[in-house]
């Protein structure tokens, strides 16, 4: 054989060599005479079974007549490995039983077997990991392959698939198009890929599927249809599939990696129809391979981020939060388990920003380490922007129903105050020319309603300016408020502020509401001459108590669900407060709220 090592063996010493000899192990024809070829640093065999002595065994048995073959691994000289195919055949010379040892360099084609195997196993780990449901019909419609997903979105495991006519899973009107949309494929006419129809699980229930197909030759001619499913029965706005991932595999390998061959290139197949972005990644977070469907999603050439890092490419510094993605991307890579399913912001190269759903899939490689990380990844883009969208418009008509409420308190509170002042007004001149006690007594109440009036519309303000219920001192909001409810009611509240009240906004806000919650209750139900507002505030501490002389209530009949009370609770919940309600029949009410700064201090 051309440029393999040829010995001449007599008994078990090299007694003669070509130059190629010398040049695969490294040595001279001198270092060679006289010695065994296993003498020549010999390796374990990669099945651990061929020591030097059995090697040697199989020459003698060579040289008595039974011609031997096998392989071997040989370390050179200066110290690289190859692996080798040894055959051993009996020849004579001037009458002498000599073996004939051809020794032919296999590493390369060794290598080329670990290169298939692991692009199988990376196939194989796409199309098992896949969002979408995969699997592949022969021309009869019959299944021959599923992946986990077909069985999930159908019910059923693969014994009710394999070998069964896939229409049997659809509704009759999907199961017609089908047949006419697959057989037009089949027949070569160039019609869409992609459509939509349904499937029916096994417990009956119909699922609108979208459907992408692809069609190939088997190595013995037959077409295959390699079908991809996307549940979108739950989908309005976006859209999902695979689509293809890798432009070329290796070249075929010779007859004994048959097998090897024919299952890449079924996983080949599988994945070059994909139409999700499909990402690996290193350990260093530098892109290794994306799909063509990847690069003109983002907007990149192959050659403009292969090599690069995803952050600065693919996935903004900080997102639109103004998280650090940079420091996301380094958890993915030291904890990938953690990361399996994960939602980031990610970045176009125009700039624009894309919300994907990624699947990260750890590849390891065969003592255990980390070698890349492949990213599957979904565009929820548009419902991400929906949900942006109904939340906005949800803000926005909470805010337009408050503006509603205080342009109606506006109207019943300030109106009538008013109304009722204009009233008195016309009538004091002769009623202060008829009793001047009287008319004093009126021009009293004017005031009195003129200024609730005016501490009504202060407080609305302040409703309708939310910044200035930040900035004001809670003891004037106490004060406005209550001249609010006394203009509004004709219930005279005094408010009693012992001390500066400096404590954190959320706080004044809920004490703020639960003291207007309580004041309103006063004014519509309590039938109350007057009511009274305590605050008394220290370091760290405040103590509010609103109190009335109504006609007062059973505490235990109160509803437990009573809105107005679950309210005030909820909002002393919500700042760590502490509400106790007291009453009697015929003795008033009192709430009262304590807050302390201080958790975990008991409150007494």
């Avoid at 599923?146 to 979105?153: P, S």
């Avoid at 103004?322 to 700039?351: K, T």
Wanted: proline share 3%; aromatic share 6%; net charge negative.
């Amino acid at each position: 054989m051309k440029n393999d090592a040829i010995f001449l063996l007599s008994d078990r010493h090299i007694i003669q060599c070509n130059r190629e000899a010398e040049e695969l192990f490294g040595s001279t024809v001198v270092d060679l005479i006289g010695k065994t070829p296993f003498e020549l640093s010999p390796e374990t065999q990669p099945d651990g079974s061929l020591s030097e002595e059995k090697a040697l065994e199989k020459i003698l048995a060579a040289r008595a007549g039974a011609s031997q073959f096998f392989e071997w691994q040989h370390r050179r000289m200066d110290g690289a490995l190859f692996d080798a195919e040894v055959i051993l055949n009996p020849i004579e010379i001037e009458g002498n039983p000599v073996v004939l040892c051809i020794v032919h360099d296999i590493t390369e084609r060794k290598k080329g077997d670990d290169q298939r195997q692991e692009t199988e196993q990376m196939f194989r780990a796409i199309v098992e990991n896949s969002h979408a449901g995969i699997f592949t019909i022969d021309e009869s419609f019959h299944i021959s392959y599923a992946n986990d997903m077909v069985n999930q979105m159908l019910m059923r495991p693969n014994d009710q698939l394999i070998g069964h006519d896939f229409r049997e899973f659809l509704d009759a009107e999907s199961a017609e198009s089908v047949s006419d949309q697959y057989t037009r494929q089949q027949m070569g006419e160039n019609i869409p890929p992609q459509f939509e129809f349904n499937i029916v699980r096994s417990d009956g229930q119909k699922r609108r599927v979208e459907s992408n197909t692809s069609i190939f030759r088997t190595a013995s001619g037959s077409l295959r249809t390699v079908v991809q499913l996307l549940d979108i029965t739950e989908r309005t706005l976006a859209e999902e599939g695979l689509r293809k991932a890798r432009e070329e595999l290796e070249s075929r390998v010779e007859q004994r990696t048959g097998e090897l061959r024919k299952s890449e290139l079924k996983y080949r197949h599988l994945v070059q129809s994909a139409n999700t972005i499909i990402l690996e990644m290193n350990t260093e977070g530098r892109i290794t391979f994306l799909n063509s469907f990847g690069e003109k999603f983002f907007g990149y050439e192959e050659v403009e981020v292969l090599g690069k890092s995803v952050v600065g490419t693919i996935v903004p510094l900080k997102d639109s939060a103004n998280h650090d993605l940079q420091s996301m991307i380094d958890n993915i890579i030291a904890h990938p388990e953690d990361y399996y399913n994960n939602e980031n912001e990610n970045m176009r190269r125009n700039g624009e920003r894309v919300w994907i759903v990624w699947t990260n899939q750890p590849l390891f490689d065969d003592k255990g380490k980390l070698r890349e990380i492949l990213c599957v990844g979904i565009d929820h883009t548009e419902r991400r922007m929906n949900e942006e969208l109904a939340t906005r418009r949800a803000r926005e008509q909470a805010t337009a129903e408050e503006r509603n409420r205080l342009a109606r308190d506006l109207h019943d509170a300030v109106s009538q105050t008013l109304f009722s002042a204009s009233l008195i007004s016309e009538v004091l001149p002769k009623l202060w020319e008829m009793n001047e006690n009287e008319g004093k007594k009126r021009l009293e109440e004017v005031r009195q309603l003129t200024r609730g009036a005016l501490a009504e519309m202060r407080t609305l303000l302040l409703e309708l300016r939310p910044d200035s219920l930040v900035e004001a001192e809670f003891g004037y909001l106490m004060t406005q408020l209550g001249e609010s409810i006394t203009g509004r009611s004709r219930v005279p509240v005094t408010v009693n502020v012992n001390g500066s009240c400096v404590i954190p906004v959320e706080v004044k806000i809920a004490l703020y509401r639960i003291a207007q919650e309580a004041l309103n209750n006063v004014a519509k139900h309590a039938g109350a001459s007057q009511a009274k507002v305590d605050l008394l505030c220290r370091p760290n501490r405040v103590t509010m108590q609103i109190s009335d002389d109504g006609h007062g209530f059973a505490v235990r009949a109160v509803q437990p669900n009573s809105l107005g009370l679950n309210i005030m609770r909820e909002r002393a919940k919500e700042i760590g407060a502490i509400l106790t309600l007291k009453s009697q029949p015929g003795k008033g009410a009192a709430v009262k709220v304590v807050w302390n700064e201080l958790s975990g201090e008991k409150i007494v």
